[in-house]
């Protein structure tokens, strides 16, 4: 990915949600892509799909280099190909994703039979084989079965089932175990760690739980204000944390290795408005690294370790947690 840009035209101004992020992510490898709401997480994952709502949004710069071809140059026809065949996605909210008046065994089939031509026959074998690897059992008679007959945790496997019945080689995973209850998160984050790694799946691990990335991530991307303002390996991020907000996200996580003196620690201060030209630095006015550079000049990306980068002024300064 370089520079992806991805903006919404409203009423009141031009939100940049997505402003002008680049990475790269290996095949098999597992990336953790951590903010808070309204960082620009969920829509950067949306670019790449090209799901983005157009009007209001529009992705308005950048390349999305996948298997050789820039998805954000392909047909219309060429994406619909390739979404779902080779970039599947497990949504954020499977109660909406799920479609009430369909089986999920029509919803599993349906991509297999679109992309990779299977008949009824195959793709029902195939679906079965799916709900008994996800864990819903008596797949056979479940397959005839609405999603509203499924408990939360359930339908989040079918989601899953369904976004890797044509195996694709990259997964993107929205907050895969929001609402879900800590023990059926565990169980649906290592089914997407055991089935990346069957078959060499690349997946992009959306999430706000920086504990979910220190286990399952591989690498991490902080987002923050629509950008990236850290990226390195996981154990490098919670070893040597080298940006403010990194900071301020390990630092407002409990920990049980330390003794509780006083209220939780928090980020002071709003996430920035993103409407309007950008000056300086958008952590700025929550930061207490803070200097006269950080008002006037943006922050980039620099090498501040190996493999490790921070689009931090003082980032120097920047203490451990």
């Given at each position: 990915m370089r520079n992806l840009t991805t903006h919404f035209f409203t009423p009141t101004g031009v939100v940049r949600a997505v402003d002008g992020i680049s990475y790269d992510l290996e095949e098999g490898e597992?990336?953790?892509?951590?903010?808070?709401?309204?960082?620009?997480?969920?829509?950067?994952?949306?670019?790449?799909?090209?799901?983005?709502?157009?009007?209001?949004?529009?992705?308005?710069?950048g390349e999305v280099i996948f298997q050789g071809k820039d998805l954000l140059k392909l047909s219309v026809e060429e994406m619909r190909r390739t979404r779902?065949?080779?970039?599947?996605?497990?949504?954020?909210?499977?109660?909406?994703?799920?479609?009430?008046?369909?089986?999920?065994?029509r919803q599993i089939t349906e991509a297999m039979e679109l992309h990779l031509g299977f008949d009824g026959k195959a793709s029902r074998a195939r679906a079965l084989e799916l709900l008994e690897r996800v864990g819903i059992p008596d797949g056979e008679s479940r397959l005839a079965d609405y999603p509203h007959q499924f408990s939360g945790g359930q339908r989040q496997r079918i989601m899953i089932a369904a976004a890797l019945s044509c195996r694709p080689k990259l997964l993107l995973a929205d907050e895969p175990t929001t609402a879900l209850d800590v023990t059926i998160q565990a169980q649906i984050l290592e089914l997407i760690k055991d089935l990346s790694r069957e078959f060499s799946i690349s997946v992009i691990l959306i999430t706000h739980n920086l504990g979910i990335v220190a286990r399952y991530a591989?690498?991490?991307?902080?987002?923050?204000?629509?950008?990236?303002?850290?990226?390195?390996?996981?154990?490098?991020?919670?070893?040597?944390?080298?940006?403010?907000?990194?900071?301020?996200?390990?630092?407002?996580?409990?920990?049980?290795?330390?003794?509780?003196?006083g209220e939780l620690r928090t980020i002071e201060g709003q996430p920035p408005d993103l409407r309007g030209?950008?000056?300086?630095?958008?952590?700025?006015?929550?930061?207490?690294?803070?200097?006269?550079?950080?008002?006037?000049?943006?922050?980039?990306?620099?090498?501040?370790?190996?493999?490790?980068?921070?689009?931090?002024?003082?980032?120097?300064?920047?203490?451990?947690?």
């Open positions: 597992t990336m953790g892509l951590v903010g808070e709401s309204g960082s620009g997480k969920s829509v950067s994952a949306l670019s790449i799909m090209r799901l983005v709502p157009e009007p209001p949004g529009r992705i308005v710069a779902g065949r080779a970039i599947g996605m497990i949504f954020q909210e499977p109660a909406t994703f799920l479609n009430p008046v369909l089986t999920v065994g591989d690498r991490v991307n902080v987002m923050y204000g629509g950008e990236i303002v850290e990226s390195a390996a996981a154990r490098e991020i919670y070893r040597n944390p080298r940006h403010p907000y990194t900071v301020g996200l390990l630092e407002a996580v409990p920990r049980l290795d330390r003794q509780v003196d030209e950008k000056t300086g630095c958008t952590f700025r006015p929550r930061c207490s690294y803070g200097v006269g550079r950080c008002a006037i000049e943006r922050p980039y990306l620099q090498e501040v370790g190996v493999h490790h980068a921070s689009a931090c002024w003082e980032s120097e300064q920047v203490r451990k947690v």
